[in-house]
């Protein structure tokens, strides 16, 4: 099918957060990583809403989900879960399959930590939980240097060191991801990645609560820190994890390759349950 999404607003703690639906069915909530943005997820939205209720949203203080200046505040991942369940409610859903990549993916697991009754499956790709690593530790002091970096030499700076550490974007014949708004990176170094450098949910408890939780890992990221934290997330969740098709937005630009593996995982979690 094509992109004919329903836009939408719900106003939730200060925030206007702008939100697109389409297709019918169980509820699958797509939820942006540090770019922030819905757009990405057009693509596989399309394809699967013959049989799902797809939607996602801008999350707060990113593209269109803007908050006045002076209410602009550092990142938090159970607010960020907050606003993934005002989302769900406003489009009238008790609970929902969630989708999460990279920064979604932890914002997904804070979900499930935060309101397990309205997780229908979790599906993580790539989520950034590097404090799980081996390698954390070195790890950490590079992001503590990127934030140096940011401080002293600017957005641009620590951008372009940060994207050193994204792999797979340049390999032949992959197309270019939807580049985010211009409003969004400078957001996200400011008020995110801050936040973001140390912290990882409780995955122990995610266990605990008997979600259900499936993990992603793209091939072409191929030993990237936020790809091999998905074996150490596997370790402790004990659940289903896969090698899919693409990088770290695989799901936005090979679509095509990238949809069987993601409605396998479904299947094979509903037989898990069931």
């Not at 005002?86 to 309101?115: E, H, M, N, P, T």
């Amino acid at each position: 099918m094509e992109f004919n999404a329903t836009k939408a607003i719900v106003h939730n703690e200060g925030c206007d957060l702008h939100y697109w639906y389409q297709g019918t069915g169980p509820l699958i909530t797509f939820v942006p990583g540090g770019n922030g943005h819905g757009r990405q997820y057009y693509p596989i939205m399309a394809a699967l809403s013959d049989r799902y209720t797809c939607v996602t949203f801008d999350r707060r203080q990113m593209s269109a989900s803007q908050v006045e200046a002076s209410k602009m505040r550092r990142l938090s991942p159970p607010q960020q879960a907050r606003d993934i369940r005002a989302v769900i409610r406003a489009i009238g859903f008790d609970k929902s399959i969630v989708f999460g990549s990279s920064s979604g993916g932890i914002f997904a697991f804070q979900f499930a930590l935060d309101f397990p009754e309205m997780v229908d499956h979790l599906i993580s790709h790539e989520a950034p939980t590097l404090t799980l690593l081996p390698d954390a530790s070195a790890l950490f002091e590079s992001y503590i240097h990127l934030l140096d970096l940011y401080d002293t030499g600017g957005l641009q700076a620590a951008s372009a060191e940060f994207g050193k550490s994204l792999i797979g974007y340049d390999d032949e014949g992959v197309p270019k991801t939807t580049p985010p708004g211009p409003e969004n990176p400078a957001n996200f170094w400011r008020y995110e990645f801050p936040m973001l450098v140390g912290f990882s949910p409780n995955l122990w408890r995610v266990r605990q609560n008997g979600t259900s939780v499936g993990l992603m890992r793209g091939v072409r990221s191929r030993d990237a820190s936020y790809a091999r934290a998905t074996y150490e997330q596997e370790k402790i969740l004990g659940c289903l994890r896969m090698d899919v098709p693409g990088h770290h937005q695989g799901f936005e630009v090979e679509t095509g390759e990238f949809l069987p593996c993601f409605l396998d995982m479904l299947d094979q979690l509903e037989k898990k349950r069931g």
